[in-house]
């Protein structure tokens, strides 16, 4: 007889039902053990990750820090009575102040304080605390110790000054002098030289110590310094004598200045044509090899024009005949060059005030350069040219402002000191970084905790 098929399972299948609700079993017990794990693990990396970028993010916090206290440095020299605004000043003199805070979002915030040591001293010392507080409460810190580097600007003590000799001959030289800004007031306007404005407040100095250091014959009405220690640094013949006389004068020695950058290349300007540079209201910084102005050639500036004259070793300025440099309305010109500059013909070179064109002689120490004004040139300018051979020939030739060179030759010229250059900044003040250390033991923190935990 036949029978139907059985409705239950063979013994086979039994056991491989069994097995599969084994080996779930063990896969949920195994997740349950590894998942926390993974998780734990997986927040562990992710806390690690926000720490390390904290800690990077730290250092920027703490260095902050570190740049406001050397902009209060910076605009103590310019402007002290407001350079430390918004710092507390302890019964030391110590600077310090809290930054307002830094949010990171997420609840992650960051704060800084700062202290600033000997503040009016050479080498001021600037502290640095920072620190962020994470999510989760814990901190991440970054100390900083800076020793600043706080130099005062060069000012140039305006007239004439030399480091060697200053030689006037031939009897026809007239030194003067007369105030540009008449009234210290930048706002009103300046007031050209004039025979009827004259002064006698002009300077000649030099700190070289030998005898005849200063040689002068003509008209001369103002002061003179030299470095010897008598009168036998000066032969003089002079009609009227020096108002003062002052010996033993000594002032650290001038270094040649820094051209700046970067800068646009110009091909050299040689042609007797009209033409200008620069822009109406616009700062440019240009360079060239040679600016050469023929008979005719007329110049003009515009704006606020920095202009760098590459050539060395011959003249990288050099205007002949009857042509001329001129500035717009409004214009002021810094021109670099460690080559010379040669003046010579029937020339006018700035028809403004010797504020606006400064000449900056960049020959290196031990190299010299020429500056040559000859025949009915009116050169007006501020020269700062520490390695420089100054020289003014002819009965024409005017130069009105002031000079700082190694030495200064006049054959009967003329030249007018500008009193408002007197005292003039020639480099800024600055404050920069002049040790970097971090302060990342506990020991090394103790000597400025108690400056930093306020």
Request: glycine content about 10%.
């Amino acid at each position: 007889m036949k029978t139907g098929a059985s409705s239950f399972a063979s013994p086979a299948h039994r056991r491989r039902g069994g097995l599969l609700v084994t080996a779930l079993l063990l896969c949920s017990i195994i997740s349950m053990i590894v998942l926390p794990s993974y998780l734990l693990l997986s927040k562990s990396v992710l806390q690690m990750s926000h720490r390390g970028f904290y800690s990077v993010a730290v250092v920027d916090l703490s260095e902050s820090g570190i740049e406001h206290a050397i902009w209060a440095q910076k605009l103590s020299f310019s402007d002290p009575a407001t350079a430390w605004s918004g710092w507390s000043q302890n019964a030391d003199g110590t600077y310090f102040r809290k930054l307002p805070n830094f949010s990171y979002g997420g609840g992650v915030v960051g704060t800084v304080n700062v202290a600033v040591t000997t503040p009016s001293g050479a080498n001021p010392i600037a502290l640095t605390k920072a620190s962020i507080t994470l999510q989760d409460g814990s901190r991440v810190e970054k100390w900083l110790r800076v020793t600043i580097n706080r130099t005062a600007g060069t000012a140039s003590p305006g007239g004439i000054w030399v480091s060697d000799t200053i030689i006037a001959t031939g009897g026809g030289s007239n030194f003067d002098s007369w105030k540009s800004d008449h009234d210290d007031n930048p706002a009103t306007a300046p007031v050209p030289y004039s025979p009827a404005i004259k002064r006698a407040n002009t300077l000649i100095a030099t700190t070289s110590k030998a005898n005849g250091a200063i040689s002068y014959r003509g008209q001369f009405y103002g002061n003179a310094k030299v470095g010897s220690a008598t009168v036998a640094g000066i032969d003089f013949d002079w009609s009227p004598k020096p108002t003062t006389l002052t010996t033993n004068y000594t002032t650290p020695a001038p270094q040649p200045p820094t051209t700046p950058g970067p800068s646009t290349h110009l091909p050299n300007w040689v042609q007797n044509a009209v033409g200008s540079i620069g822009t109406d209201g616009a700062t440019r910084v240009y360079d060239m090899d040679r600016l050469e102005l023929g008979n005719g050639g007329q110049l003009t500036f515009r704006g606020n024009v920095t202009l760098i004259l590459n050539a060395t070793n011959q003249d990288a300025l050099s205007v002949n005949g009857s042509s001329g440099i001129y500035l717009a309305s409004g214009a002021t010109v810094a021109l670099y060059t460690a080559g010379n500059i040669s003046i010579v013909g029937s020339n006018q070179v700035n028809n403004t005030i010797p504020r606006n064109l400064r000449i900056w002689g960049t020959a290196p120490n031990g190299t010299t350069q020429t500056i040559k004004v000859e025949g009915s040139t009116t050169l007006c300018a501020a020269i700062y040219a520490p390695n420089a051979l100054m020289q003014l020939n002819g009965g024409g030739s005017t130069l009105t402002g002031s000079v700082l060179a190694k030495s200064f030759y006049a054959l009967n010229g003329n030249f007018h000191a500008d009193e408002s250059l007197f005292n003039d900044n020639i480099t800024a003040a600055n404050a920069s970084i002049q040790a970097y250390a971090e302060l990342d033991t506990a020991v090394k923190r103790s000597t400025y905790t108690a400056l930093l935990n306020f």
